[in-house]
């Protein structure tokens, strides 16, 4: 017997006993996906979309098409490029990126910018 858990369809307590679901009951999962989106990512979206932006309208067309922003997190902005050169070319100006996109965006407390080579998704 689990100590927290589910046994044959039940849902236990620590202390193996009987409980019942928490939570908002059956319901549609398009219905629980959409709160989840309005609730969670859509915010999120509005926050860094600012910066997005303000990313897209600071790099030259060429470069801005090897990189992409893949995570904002604790102050630091991860950027991945496709190729070392590029990941070269943007630690170049990385000083005037970080101090126009804290200027931009100052809500957001960017600390840093970390570049890596990867893939773009």
């Not at 236990?12 to 959409?34: I, Q």
């Not at 997190?73 to 970080?98: F, I, M, N, R, T």
Request: glycine share 10%; net charge positive; with cysteine.
């Amino acid at each position: 017997m689990s100590r927290m858990g589910v046994e044959n369809g039940q849902p236990k307590d620590r202390y193996g006993r009987r409980t019942k679901w928490k939570g908002a009951g059956p319901g549609r999962l398009g219905d629980v996906v959409e709160q989840m989106a309005e609730r969670e990512i859509l915010p999120r979206q509005v926050r860094f979309g600012r910066l997005v932006e303000a990313w897209e309208a600071l790099l030259p067309a060429e470069l801005r098409q090897h990189c992409r922003i893949t995570d904002v997190a604790g102050g630091q902005v991860k950027v991945v490029a496709d190729s070392p050169s590029y990941e070269y070319e943007l630690q170049l100006c990385s000083g005037e990126l970080l101090k126009q996109m804290q200027q931009q965006c100052p809500r957001l407390g960017i600390k840093a910018i970390k570049f890596a080579v990867g893939q773009l998704t």
